[in-house]
């Protein structure tokens, strides 16, 4: 009897689970897994969004792609734009950290001054900082001219304009990791420090041998995330630059919007997004065999 | 002085942490002759007004062309409704992933983390021509289904949901409460806290939601107030205090709100850090 009564409920609550997760499950179906599965296959095919003609071509798209000089420059761009903030970012996001972890009065105000330019949403922080690098009239030039910098013209020498992004995209993200590595700081415990000062290492033998070796973890998650983000670069780039001056900051993204819509050939922008998504599903591997190896206190 | 020395440095960090956004407020409020004839010398009036004026703001708000309050009311319907849905959506699916069993469950799950490592710039092309598909370009509907799954929210919530004791939906279950009472009555009060985190990062996400709006919308009165920031400075290249103006009014609004709650937001970063 009473067996049997537990059994309808379980019946039915499987009935209501299933209910639950289905809106969220058909979207993931309808938005996710059809277009992706649909895209693959356009990415063999040389697809006119206009025209709408079809016509299946194998590995053409890929072939050529690795030859698209287009193409293999926005890589490059990309990897430069990584290559740099990977380690500056990471080393300023710890180091803000390190500043606002003590519990001063005035620590909760710094903290959020740094956080502040993370909420800045990307189309305004590009179109500030244009006029901030401005050649006669931004407020850079001006600065670095108080101190007897040369002016420089950021976003119209093709060669230091990817620089320019740069310096915008870790002012914007900086503080996003400092936040992540102050969570990071918050989880080693105190006592370490205490037996470490018993002992007579200094502060800087204490950061060293304590801090860095317990933030690995949390330092290789904010590295992947970068990483990431640095391939995914995209928003800045169409504000602050356009891509230009002379294709000079074009990332991976920024070719594939152009090739799918001002060109609309869907076909070859669908196989350079595939391309991208090999990229990010390394990394992620990478990732997960990373962070599956954990470092115990 | 050792004190002395950190305060400093960090108050050298925040000015220029704050600078640009400072400058652009008080940019806003100069006539366009003033913003540039004291730009090239470091003194008092490169960053503040000499004669404060609000033209720039009226000009912004009635201007036909380019009507801001319509694209920030455009972007707070399209970003509170996101919001809603993906709070609906996603926490009844994690709520389910987290305490309730049925068939395949433990399948599904793995299906929807796997479309994690997904990005949403690989799927640009493939649901432009999806939405294109279903006629739903130029329409908000186009900007906000899509937008309404949020794995990355499955997981955090069902994370959380696990730590609600099921002894207590049992009991409500065996006095005949149906699950969705439970999720209502019992859940969602429990998960207030966790709710508003997810809620602000969604609402500030597509707040800030620039490449899918430029490929989804062309008609300008339903533009997005990002994409028409981004074409207003490339029109109106020159008139730089109005796009200073225009640029505050995107920004005053969402710091508010962020401000009042950072503490729920600041929690979500940490979370999904820690977490890994």
Same mark, same amino acid.
């Given at each position: 009897?009473?067996?049997?009564?537990?059994?309808?409920?379980?019946?039915?609550?499987?009935?209501?689970?299933?209910?639950?997760?289905?809106?969220?499950?058909?979207?993931?179906?309808?938005?996710?897994?059809?277009?992706?599965?649909?895209?693959?296959?356009?990415?063999?095919?040389?697809?006119?969004?206009?025209?709408?003609?079809?016509?299946?071509?194998?590995?053409?798209?890929?072939?050529?792609?690795?030859?698209?000089?287009?193409? !293999?420059?926005?890589? *490059?761009? %990309?990897?430069? +734009?990584?290559? &740099?903030?990977?380690?500056?970012?990471?080393?300023?996001?710890? #180091?803000?950290?390190?500043?606002?972890?003590?519990?001063?009065?005035?620590?909760?105000?710094?903290?959020?001054?740094?956080?502040?330019?993370?909420?800045?949403?990307?189309?305004?922080?590009?179109?500030?900082?244009?006029?901030?690098?401005?050649?006669?009239?931004?407020?850079?030039?001006?600065?670095?001219?108080?101190?007897?910098?040369?002016?420089?013209?950021?976003?119209?020498?093709?060669?230091?304009?990817?620089?320019?992004?740069?310096?915008?995209?870790?002012?914007?993200?900086?503080?996003?990791?400092?936040?992540?590595?102050?969570?990071?700081?918050?989880?080693?415990?105190?006592?370490?420090?205490?037996?470490?000062?018993?002992?007579?290492?200094?502060?800087?033998?204490?950061?060293?041998?304590?801090? !860095?070796?317990?933030? *690995?973890? %949390?330092?290789? +998650?904010?590295? &992947?995330?970068?990483?990431?983000?640095?391939?995914?670069?995209? #928003?800045?780039?169409?504000?602050?630059?356009?891509?230009?001056?002379?294709?000079?900051?074009?990332?991976?993204?920024?070719?594939?919007?152009?090739?799918?819509?001002?060109?609309?050939?869907?076909?070859?922008?669908?196989?350079?997004?595939?391309?991208?998504?090999?990229?990010?599903?390394?990394?992620?591997?990478?990732?997960?065999?990373?962070?599956?190896?954990?470092?115990?206190? | 002085?050792?004190?002395?020395?950190?305060?400093?440095?960090?108050?050298?960090?925040?000015?220029?942490?704050?600078?640009?956004?400072?400058?652009?407020?008080?940019?806003?409020?100069?006539?366009?002759?003033?913003?540039?004839?004291?730009?090239?010398?470091?003194?008092?009036?490169?960053?503040?007004?000499?004669?404060?004026?609000?033209?720039?703001?009226?000009?912004?708000?009635?201007?036909?062309?380019?009507?801001?309050?319509?694209?920030?009311?455009?972007?707070?319907?399209?970003?509170?409704?996101?919001?809603?849905?993906?709070?609906?959506?996603?926490?009844?699916?994690?709520?389910?992933?987290?305490?309730?069993?049925?068939?395949?469950?433990?399948?599904?799950?793995?299906?929807?983390?796997?479309?994690?490592?997904?990005?949403?710039?690989?799927?640009?092309?493939?649901?432009?021509?999806?939405?294109?598909?279903?006629?739903?370009?130029?329409?908000?509907?186009?900007?906000?289904?899509?937008?309404?799954?949020?794995?990355?929210?499955?997981?955090?919530?069902?994370?959380?949901?696990?730590?609600?004791?099921?002894?207590?939906?049992?009991?409500?279950?065996?006095?005949?409460?149906?699950?969705?009472?439970?999720?209502?009555?019992?859940?969602?009060?429990?998960?207030?806290?966790?709710?508003?985190?997810?809620?602000?990062?969604?609402?500030?996400?597509?707040?800030?939601?620039?490449?899918?709006?430029?490929?989804?919308?062309?008609?300008?009165?339903?533009?997005?107030?990002?994409?028409?920031?981004?074409?207003?400075?490339?029109?109106?290249?020159?008139?730089?205090?109005?796009?200073?103006?225009?640029?505050?009014?995107?920004?005053?609004?969402?710091?508010?709100?962020?401000?009042?709650?950072?503490?729920?937001?600041?929690?979500?970063?940490?979370?999904?850090?820690?977490?890994?």
């Amino acid at each position: 009897m009473i067996a049997g009564k537990q059994y309808s409920l379980r019946r039915s609550d499987g009935i209501t689970g299933f209910l639950f997760v289905l809106p969220a499950f058909i979207l993931l179906l309808v938005f996710v897994f059809i277009p992706m599965a649909k895209a693959f296959y356009y990415s063999f095919n040389d697809y006119m969004l206009v025209s709408g003609s079809k016509t299946f071509v194998g590995l053409k798209n890929y072939a050529d792609l690795l030859q698209d000089t287009k193409f !293999l420059n926005s890589i *490059k761009h %990309t990897f430069y +734009f990584a290559v &740099i903030v990977i380690p500056v970012q990471t080393a300023i996001a710890l #180091g803000l950290a390190l500043l606002v972890k003590p519990q001063f009065k005035y620590t909760g105000f710094f903290r959020t001054a740094f956080f502040v330019p993370v909420v800045i949403s990307t189309a305004v922080a590009g179109t500030v900082f244009k006029l901030i690098y401005n050649r006669d009239f931004g407020l850079l030039n001006v600065l670095i001219g108080a101190v007897g910098i040369p002016k420089i013209s950021l976003l119209s020498n093709a060669d230091i304009a990817m620089n320019g992004v740069i310096i915008l995209g870790i002012w914007k993200a900086a503080g996003f990791f400092m936040i992540v590595y102050l969570a990071g700081l918050n989880n080693i415990p105190q006592d370490l420090y205490e037996s470490a000062r018993v002992d007579g290492a200094s502060k800087l033998q204490q950061f060293f041998y304590i801090t !860095l070796p317990l933030l *690995k973890r %949390t330092t290789a +998650f904010i590295i &992947i995330m970068t990483t990431i983000d640095a391939i995914k670069l995209s #928003g800045i780039v169409f504000v602050l630059t356009s891509g230009g001056p002379n294709s000079s900051t074009e990332t991976i993204v920024y070719f594939i919007y152009k090739t799918a819509f001002d060109q609309m050939q869907m076909g070859y922008a669908s196989a350079a997004a595939f391309i991208l998504f090999f990229m990010i599903l390394i990394i992620s591997v990478i990732q997960m065999l990373f962070l599956r190896s954990k470092v115990n206190y | 002085m050792l004190r002395i020395i950190h305060f400093l440095a960090m108050t050298i960090i925040a000015v220029l942490c704050l600078l640009p956004i400072v400058w652009m407020v008080l940019g806003s409020m100069r006539s366009y002759q003033e913003l540039f004839q004291y730009a090239t010398q470091v003194n008092l009036h490169l960053l503040i007004p000499v004669k404060w004026t609000f033209q720039n703001y009226i000009d912004v708000i009635f201007d036909d062309q380019n009507p801001f309050l319509r694209y920030v009311f455009n972007t707070l319907f399209v970003a509170s409704t996101v919001t809603f849905l993906v709070l609906l959506i996603n926490s009844l699916a994690a709520f389910a992933f987290a305490k309730l069993s049925f068939r395949g469950s433990s399948v599904i799950f793995v299906l929807f983390m796997s479309a994690l490592i997904i990005p949403g710039e690989v799927m640009l092309v493939p649901n432009y021509m999806l939405v294109n598909n279903l006629g739903w370009l130029n329409s908000f509907k186009g900007l906000i289904i899509p937008s309404t799954l949020s794995v990355f929210g499955i997981f955090m919530m069902k994370q959380f949901f696990e730590e609600i004791p099921t002894e207590i939906l049992e009991s409500a279950r065996l006095d005949g409460a149906s699950w969705l009472q439970i999720y209502r009555a019992i859940v969602l009060p429990a998960s207030v806290p966790a709710m508003i985190t997810f809620g602000i990062i969604t609402f500030l996400g597509n707040w800030d939601a620039y490449l899918w709006p430029l490929v989804v919308i062309n008609d300008d009165r339903m533009q997005m107030i990002q994409v028409a920031i981004a074409n207003f400075t490339s029109m109106a290249g020159t008139e730089w205090t109005k796009v200073l103006a225009a640029n505050t009014i995107a920004t005053v609004p969402i710091l508010v709100l962020f401000l009042v709650l950072q503490r729920y937001y600041v929690q979500g970063i940490t979370m999904s850090g820690v977490k890994g």
